[in-house]
């Protein structure tokens, strides 16, 4: 599957690089160049195919309510999600993917469940495994009747969510910090193509595709914890019964991390105006001004790459040190005192966040991206090596062609970073990097492919070839 669609991809982006006339005039309505622009035209002229200014997120796009209650032991959480959804397609059912029931989720001791559905147009839910733990990877929604295209439902989900405490994942509990992220059934579509109903694989990585929505959260945890999340939170409720309620809204997120803890927090604001919320646990590996400090430089350097933060507010919660961290929009959960994985999670923010890709199908999309963006902001971390352009196997192969972790982190990660390194240096930064900005403002908030990769670097045929020959699929060189 995946290498007939690089075939496909490569055709078009033949197609697209004989005809020279910039992808502008099959992706947008600018009027077409007058002339074959040039790498350097490219870069002083915004029409060649980018952008005047980011794309705004769908107007129509989901509302997400989330209200969660941390039980008072810490290790489970009840929750209810409502979602209003009108499909860009016509649907005959709602598909949302478990997360937590991963094919570790019994070793580390995860469990999502839907106890209840509830909603005008439902028939009845049912699982599907899709090669997740019990009791399954997917909670497919039945609908009564077809919901055509443009018409929107309103489905509530009441749900228990057990959290691990055998590892370092999307959720767990460690001493006293409880923390969650796609802790919720999560809406699986991809806008102009359907439900991602993707395997889980072996292989630790995410493998979903959701798209922005509005999105409110709130949380219920015992009053003396301090609860992170993602958005820009509001002050508590005063305590009540041993209790208070927390509340956050983000209007354009994919998905949601929530963290509960004695965190102390700093507070800072970017020069670019980012609300940066830290917190760190008592004995914890970082101090908190150190944590605030790197997070809003890392911010600002990225900004000076990549345009402006996608987000009102970023919040970060250092959690005991597992090793490692993991992105969310608007919020990041820190395992590791690292500097350079806290500039990888911010790089996510544009890369991931922002700009969306299905996780399971095109994992170089936010992976390779935000290893180069940590490379070219922090040269000296090292954690690129231009060198891992040579290894043997696809950097954009799909999450279950990776037979192993180190192999995945090797492709995708290494050589994925490793190859737009190489592209950046064939034809030089101040084009290169254009055309990155290009194809972040014309794929901000929606589920970005390949194909806009191809676009955004047309003009630029060395870099293109560079980046086709790192991640094409060919049987040669296939991962064994
Ligand atoms: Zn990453």
């Not at 209650?69 to 649907?91: K, Q």
């Not at 929107?152 to 749900?159: A, N």
């Not at 290494?414 to 014309?442: E, M, N």
């Not at 047309?458 to 060189?477: R, S, V």
Request: proline fraction near 8%.
């Amino acid at each position: 599957m995946t290498a007939r669609r690089w075939t496909v991809l490569v055709a078009a982006g033949a197609l697209v690089l004989s005809g020279c006339t910039s992808f502008a005039d099959t992706v947008s309505t600018s009027p077409p160049p007058t002339a074959e622009p040039t790498p350097k035209q490219a870069e002083d002229d915004d029409g060649a195919g980018c952008p005047a200014e980011r794309a705004e997120p769908d107007p129509d796009r989901p509302e997400v309510s989330l209200d969660f209650r941390l039980a008072d032991d810490r290790r489970s959480v009840t929750g209810t999600e409502t979602v209003i959804f009108a499909p860009d397609l016509d649907v005959r059912e709602l598909v949302f993917r478990l997360v937590p029931n991963g094919p570790d989720a019994a070793a580390i001791g995860n469990r999502l469940v839907v106890d209840e559905v509830r909603g005008d147009d439902v028939a009845r839910g049912r699982y599907e495994a899709v090669g997740a733990g019990d009791p399954g990877g997917l909670y497919v929604v039945e609908l009564a009747d077809e919901l055509p295209a443009g018409e929107s439902t309103e489905v509530s989900l009441d749900f228990s969510l057990t959290l691990g405490s055998r590892g370092f994942d999307r959720l767990g509990v460690d001493g006293p910090v409880s923390w969650w992220a796609s802790g919720a059934p999560l809406l699986a579509w991809e806008p102009g193509v359907g439900w991602a109903e993707d395997p889980f694989v072996a292989v630790s990585g995410e493998t979903a595709a959701s798209p922005v929505a509005d999105t409110v959260v709130t949380v219920s945890a015992p009053q003396d914890l301090t609860v992170l999340m993602t958005g820009a939170r509001a002050e508590p409720s005063p305590p009540s019964g041993g209790r208070r309620t927390w509340t956050s809204e983000e209007p354009v997120a994919r998905d949601v991390g929530v963290a509960a803890g004695p965190f102390a927090t700093s507070e800072a604001t970017t020069p670019g105006g980012t609300r940066v919320t830290t917190g760190v646990l008592p004995g914890g590996d970082l101090a908190g001004d150190v944590l605030s400090t790197w997070t809003v430089a890392a911010i600002a350097d990225l900004e000076a790459l990549l345009g402006p933060f996608p987000y009102d507010t970023l919040t970060v919660a250092l959690l005991p040190d597992l090793g490692g961290g993991i992105e969310y929009p608007s919020m990041i959960f820190e395992a590791s005192p690292s500097r350079e994985v806290l500039v990888h999670e911010v790089a996510h923010q544009w890369f991931y966040g922002m700009v969306g890709n299905s996780q399971f199908r095109d994992p170089w999309l936010d992976e390779a991206f935000a290893s180069w963006a940590e490379a070219v902001v922090d040269p000296g971390s090292g954690l690129v090596s231009e060198v891992a352009l040579t290894l043997p196997g696809p950097v954009g192969a799909a999450m279950d062609a990776y037979e192993s972790p180190g192999e995945y982190f090797r492709l995708v990660y290494d050589k994925g970073g490793a190859a737009l390194l190489a592209a950046q240096r064939a034809v030089g930064d101040a084009a290169f990097d254009a055309a990155i900005r290009c194809y972040v403002d014309a794929t901000a908030w929606s589920i970005a492919t390949p194909t806009d990769v191809q676009r955004a670097f047309a003009d630029l045929p060395a870099a293109l070839q560079i980046l086709q020959d790192a991640a094409a699929l060919d049987e040669d060189d296939a991962p064994r």
